[in-house]
């Protein structure tokens, strides 16, 4: 079965207790059980991960480039964290390893610090949500799963 992947960078292991004004009361097993459903609603096996470590993050990358080359997986819905706005590596994990991708976040970093503002992903993503809690992983998992090799 074809799987999408679900990527989740450096303290988003905390969700449900960290800064829940800014991120919600939602935990990280909550979006992946919601993430799980919406896949499968797909006929999608669901891949979900989540690393406080930039080089985990790359093999995963890696790996998941790997699968779509084979078949196996239609991309990867990735939210980066704070790696987002700092991470050479994660962005050319991205484009060496060809991995269709919707880039993810929680709360709206454009309203946020202006360091928030840049990322190193945006520009190799096939789409970006961001603001919009974790309707933006379901929305990803949809585009990745509709995609045609045109807009994601
Ligand atoms: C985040 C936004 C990032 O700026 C921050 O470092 C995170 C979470 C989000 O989902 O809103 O860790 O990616």
Redesign the pocket.
Known sequence: MTAVHVING???NLLGRREPAV?GHETLADLEARSREVAAGLGLDLDFRQSNHEGELVDWLQECGADVAAGRSVGAVL?A??L??TSVALRDAVVGAEVPLVEV???N?HAREPF?HHSYLSPVARGVVVGLGPLGYELGIRALAGATGGAA
């Open positions: 450096p303290n988003l991120y939210n964290g704070a987002t706005h976040h929680l709360s970093v928030r």
